[in-house]
């Protein structure tokens, strides 16, 4: 009896806080690459999938999804499930992606060599870039990398969206590109920030604007 009632209790702990467990026990496994052993919070998962333009007719790259949490607000703001390609490094998260969204592109892989990960649609122009990736585990060398090479994948003008629990941008200043804090995030667990990196308009990279 008392066994049947811890298993039924344990289940329904697991049921009620599942992506918070799989979300710690990925940090506990890769602290680098899951910045928080906490879920983003929906708020903050919104407020990131606002910058999409769903009338733009092209395809959106998420990269370091997780548990899905930014992936549902994406769908909900409009993107069509096989108009949205989600990058991830964990398997394990990669395996309840597949399961919990039918029909959007898991790519499981390294965001940071996205010419080899994304294979086939490596070509693809994209509206824009929703990261949860935590640039702050990784040498500036490679943020600043990672940046320019999204650039490349989207439209002059466009975003690519990234949060992160530092005070200041994650990416130092790149000529040739804008950054905008876009907002404070105080419903999250820690507070974040948001900011946006567009490329500035007819400068390629050439010019330092803050």
């Known amino acids: 009896m008392h066994n049947r009632m811890m298993t039924s209790v344990r289940g ?10 799989r979300f710690f026990k990925g940090w506990m496994k890769n602290p680098k690459n899951v910045g928080s052993i906490i879920p983003t919070s929906e708020h903050m998962a919104k407020r990131m999938a606002s910058v999409v333009d769903t009338a733009s007719g092209l395809p959106v790259l998420e990269l370091g999804p997780g548990t899905g949490v930014i992936t549902r607000s994406i769908l909900q703001r409009g993107v069509k499930p096989d108009q949205l390609f989600c990058v991830e490094y964990s398997s394990e998260f990669a395996k309840k992606l597949r399961h919990d969204f039918a029909g959007i592109h898991i790519v499981e892989g390294n965001a940071f060599d996205l010419e080899t990960t994304l294979g086939a649609a490596n070509t693809l122009k994209f509206d824009c870039v929703v990261s ?8 500036k060398a490679m943020r600043v990398q990672l940046i320019k090479d999204l650039l490349n994948r989207i439209p002059e003008g466009r975003p690519i969206v990234q949060f992160s629990y530092g005070p200041l941008s994650p990416v130092p200043p790149i000529a040739g590109v804008t950054v905008r804090h876009l907002e404070m995030i105080f419903r999250n667990i820690p507070p974040a920030q948001i900011w946006t990196y567009r490329r500035a308009k007819n400068t390629g990279f050439g010019g330092v604007h803050n």
């Open 132 to 139: 949860a990736l935590p640039l702050l585990s990784f040498p």
């Open 12 to 21: 329904k702990i697991e049921k009620s806080f599942g992506d918070e467990i």
